[in-house]
């Protein structure tokens, strides 16, 4: 499967409240967005229509503790993750 998901972003980061991912897609699809600690237990999970182009996407962290998580975004198989503090 190709990434057809390009320019992906996170900020700020870290943060002390909701993380903003700003990414590029190359087609209208569904993703996946998932905040995981690093013991492996999804935290959040949201399903998410994208266009084409420019997309910005909330993660909350309200009730989630400080420390070092993982975001996760898959589209069609193929996933990206990307290390995130929270403070």
Known sequence: ??????????YPNPT????????QS?????????LISLTGDVLYSKNED???GENTITLPTIGIAKGNY?????????????????N
Request: charged share 15%.
């Open 70 to 86: 993982l975001v996760r975004i898959t589209s069609g198989g193929v996933y990206s993750t990307f290390s995130v503090v929270l």
């Open 50 to 52: 994208i266009k084409e």
């Open 1 to 10: 499967e190709q990434n057809i998901i390009a320019n992906l972003s996170i």
């Open 26 to 34: 190359k087609e209208a699809q569904s993703i996946t967005c998932e």
């Open 16 to 23: 002390t409240e909701n993380f903003t991912l700003n990414l």
